[in-house]
């Protein structure tokens, strides 16, 4: 059939479908001209439309996938729904589906046939429907995009916008965790207290995981219960452990699920010496009988040692990755870790999903594969995260790597970066800045063209000053005019990689917002959800609501900042500062400006700028000067512990530039950093206004300035604390000594007469 007569057939019957959804049709030609309008638009989708790669051609595959999803999916599953209730009636009658006539459940099981083939061309273009379709052949109390109802709808809106056209350029996904693997309840599991079954585990125990060959300890940060079949694994010394299908263990070829074990595959177990090694599989044995089986999830490393086998649990970005490779097979994506652990455990999850039969029928060029690892993959490299599809002309399609993995070669269109904060390091701030660096000077680099660079973001936030924290804020999230999509979804205007680009923040709690209920009672009932805030109210915040809170005695988080947005009197000219230079070279050398406002009887000193930079003092100069004149400073005070020379080369380079306004003193401060600081805390809340997250890029001097004052901890080592001495001497010597005192009010004391 020539092209033009397909697509004016399925124009015709697309007319007669429409009229039969409106109808609400449940005749048996109504299945007839559903079964043959899919067959129809999987020919022309795949075999012509496809192969096209034209704007035209795509808006017309986009058009035969909403007709799909709008009248032929309704059509047959209101029909499905129909044959049910019948089925169920004679069910009732009769006593059991051995009863129903064998026409009948033949006619149910080609409709569920052809609901299946629609499910799948939808699939090829919507990023949800994959989702769903990948897990429906699964027991139903397995199917977590099922059983999450619309909570990941937002997620999955913008993502397929992101994917298929390039509007999103940034997509930050924030969700608890809980998507995992099963054992048995007593199972032993090595914990910070000796041996104990999985049963007796509580949320917040300490278990070990294996890290770089070395046991580490981990916290457990969920746990959950099912009904699932079970597989036996005896090793040849003699170990044993009973696990679900789809639980992975730690062989040779990393992490592979239950299910796809061999005899000469070895586990990774831990010895009586505390070290680990290699046990080969003895035997492998089957029981389709359903039991009860428990799993926890570990942060950190994400595996921990069961039966003295090291075992892991899940995390996702998996149906992502496929459906951008199911779309284009020549896209290519870096993806980084903050953990190298977690690399072969995701390249197992992917080609798993990959390779399996459900995927080929969404993404029918997979099909030639006959679902085969080493006919799909020219390169499959699992534990150095390499993966290229046979036929793409990248030479790399996925890069799998850890933080500390140098990429510097790499090119990608996406660039994902999950898990990067570990909990450990969340009053790092040493750490963070790091990573922040790497993904500026680094990750973000790894592009073709900065404006068709797309970035997904995605873990938990563990501190207001970890990367995950200063993506948002660079990407625009809680600005005023964001739009909100979805519940839990803003969308920002930001041109961070192109202009009219935009960026989506999708931020799922555990517990809601607003209401205090349960987000996903499949996974975590609102009882449970409470009592895990109870015990440990900053980890809940931060793992399951996405709130993390400020470092432990933090004086100067942003909720406890009097801050500004705009400042008044701009006609002010008292404009003063202070300078702190760097004592070492790990030290920041420090210019904090301020304008002094009279507000009523007193004064607010605001900090309208700054410079911030880790520099040699004599490169620093030229920017002190500058400030100077820029602002007009009247008044510097600075701190000559280091460097006695600094006030008179500041001004013999002022007077060079003929400028006499601005009177410089200075200071020997004994008193430690941390006293200063303390003494000066009341001032520095009372009297200095702060300007608002979002008046400056995170990525700026203030920036840097701002995130160093505000994650300051009395209780927590801190890394940098540069600027929050500076502000501490700018108050000793500017707020304490200038305070204005009220006005004397004269009080009639005269006695009066009665």
Known sequence: ???????????????????????????????????????????????????????????????????????LLPLIEAKILHNKKRIDKIGNMKY??????????????????????????????????????????????????HNAGTLFDGLWFHANRMILDGTVQFLMKQMPTGFGKCLLPDTNVYTDKGRRNLSDIKIGDKVYSMRDRELVLNNVTNIWKSKKPQIKIQTRGGLEIVISPEHRLYTQRG?????????????????????????????????SDIVDMIDIEVDGDHNFIANDIVSHNSYSDIVMISFILGVNIDDDIIKMFGNKTNITPC????????????????????????????????????????????????????????????????????????????????GNMREHEKDIMRFNDIWKKRNYYLDKFRIIASGTSYSVNDILSYLRGVFGAGREGNKITHKYVEVAECDELKEGGESVFVKIPKLDYDTDEATHPVKSPTKQARLDRDKDPVTFAAMDQQ??????????????????????????????????????????????????????????????????????????????IEKIINHRITKLHIERNTDTSLKRTILMMLQAKGVSF????????????????????????????????????????????????????????????????????????????????????????????Y
């Open 1 to 71: 059939m020539a092209k033009e007569s397909m697509a004016k057939v399925i124009g015709e019957y697309s007319q007669v479908a429409e009229k039969m959804h409106k109808d609400c049709d449940m005749s048996e030609s109504m299945v007839e001209l559903v079964s043959d309008m899919a067959k129809m638009l999987k020919f022309e989708i795949h075999e012509y439309l496809n192969s096209l790669s034209t704007p035209e051609a795509e808006a017309k595959i986009r058009d035969y996938v909403k007709f799909s999803h709008s009248v």
């Open 96 to 145: 059991g589906l051995a009863q129903i006539p064998d026409d009948m459940q033949e006619e149910m099981k080609r409709c569920m046939d052809i609901r299946d083939d629609i499910y799948a061309l939808i699939a090829f273009r919507s990023l949800k429907h994959l989702a769903l379709f990948m897990e429906e052949d699964k027991p139903l109390d397995e199917q977590d995009w």
């Open 255 to 287: 992490y592979v699920r239950a299910d796809k074990l061999i005899t000469d595959d070895c586990l990774y177990k831990l010895s009586a010496d505390k070290d680990f090694l290699w046990d080969k599989i003895k035997t492998i044995q089957e029981d």
């Open 347 to 426: 390249m197992n999850s992917l080609v798993d999903y990959m390779t399996s039969r459900r995927y080929a029928k969404v993404f029918p060029y997979y099909e030639q594969f006959s679902c085969s690892e080493e006919l799909m993959f020219e390169t499959m490299k699992k534990s150095s995260g390499q993966l290229k599809i046979k036929g793409s002309k990248k030479p790399v399609n996925v890069l799998v790597a850890s933080k500390e993995t140098a990429i510097t070669g790499a090119r990608a269109k996406f660039l994902f970066i999950d898990d990067i904060t570990q909990r450990e390091d969340a």
């Open 547 to 624: 709130n993390p809170l400020p470092p432990e005695g933090t004086p100067f988080a942003y909720n406890k900042l009097d801050t500004y947005d705009v400042i008044p009197h701009e006609d002010s000219d008292t404009c003063w500062a202070c300078i702190d230079p760097a004592r070492t070279g790990k030290n920041y050398v420090t210019m904090l400006i301020f304008k002094k406002v009279p507000i009523g009887n007193l004064y607010k000193h605001y900090l309208v700028d700054c410079v911030y930079e880790m520099r040699p003092m004599d490169d620093m100069y030229p920017f002190f």
């Open 662 to 753: 601005c009177e410089i003193s200075e200071v020997y401060s004994t008193k430690k950093k941390e006293d200063k600081i303390y003494d000066m805390e009341a001032a520095i809340l009372n009297n200095v206004k702060f300007p608002v997250q979002g008046m400056y890029s995170p990525n700026s001097q203030m920036g840097t300035a701002m995130r160093h004052i505000t994650s300051y901890s009395y209780k927590v080592k801190v890394d940098y604390d540069d600027a929050p001495d500076c502000l501490a001497m700018y108050c000793e010597k500017y707020v304490m000594e200038t305070r204005s005192l009220p006005k004397v009010q004269i009080l009639d004391i005269r006695r009066r007469k």
